[in-house]
């Protein structure tokens, strides 16, 4: 299974912009990138997917470089309800895309 | 749409009570899965679904079984409760057909085993 590294934890400022950045060395043609993002006691929440270069949509952007082994998750301007856990995720061709794995996740506090 | 929903939410059993966790979805999605998530840890895979009446393992079967007769329903059974099966379930569906694009949470199930 595709396995992905990312930053433990990450801490950051009202109104700044936040970088997460995740390593998928082992990612696969056909795999896409996908992140997550978990408030405490809920289900992981869809926020965005990419498969090269860069994607944004109207929460964040997704910045995948051509050789595809890592992805950066940017959030513009984060406020105080972007505290959460952010999961990184690569999808398994060899499973058919059937499986996918969550790592730990980054955990990001934001203070005022 | 109600999306996915779980129930109960909460639960406490004893050690080798047997029971039910119910998941439901109504947005006719293919693809179900359950996963487990103990405390500050990551979401691990017990089994999934790629369409009604198809089961497979996924990374933690052990001690689970799961059955999937119509494509809105995927219940997860515990046999033998064992307080290693102490942890947050939730269930999650994809209209992709694969998990690899978006998959839609539900709200989890917190179980407790004494």
């Known amino acids: 299974l595709a396995k992905t590294t990312q930053p433990i934890s990450m801490d950051s400022y009202e109104g700044q912009e936040v970088n997460i950045t995740c390593s998928h060395n082992n990612i696969a043609t056909n795999d896409y990138i996908t992140w997550y993002q978990q408030f405490p006691s809920q289900g992981p929440r869809f926020i965005i997917q990419g498969y090269k270069t860069k994607v944004t949509n109207e929460v964040a952007s997704l910045f995948i470089p051509a050789d595809r082994k890592s992805s950066t998750l940017s959030l513009p301007r984060v406020s105080l309800s972007d505290t959460a856990v952010y999961y990184c995720?690569?999808?398994?061709?060899?499973?058919?895309?059937?499986?996918?794995?969550f790592g730990t996740g980054t955990r990001l506090l934001v203070s005022p | 749409n109600a999306g996915v929903t779980q129930t109960p939410k909460f639960q406490v059993l004893k050690t080798g009570q047997s029971m039910t966790l119910q998941c439901a979805q109504d947005?006719?999605?293919?693809?179900m899965s359950w996963y487990r998530q103990d405390p500050g840890m990551g979401l691990r895979l017990i089994h999934y679904s790629v369409g009604a009446g198809i089961t497979d393992q996924g990374e933690v079967p052990n001690g689970y079984n799961v059955s999937r007769s119509t494509t809105e329903d995927f219940p997860l059974r515990l046999l033998s409760a064992a307080p290693s099966q102490t942890s947050v379930y939730f269930c999650?569906?994809?209209?992709?057909?694969?998990?690899?694009?978006?998959?839609?949470f539900g709200p989890g199930t917190r179980l407790t085993v004494t």
């Open positions: 947005m006719n999605h293919e693809y």
């Open positions: 999650a569906s994809s209209g992709h057909g694969t998990p690899d694009r978006e998959q839609y």
């Open positions: 995720l690569v999808g398994d061709s060899n499973t058919g895309f059937q499986k996918l794995v």
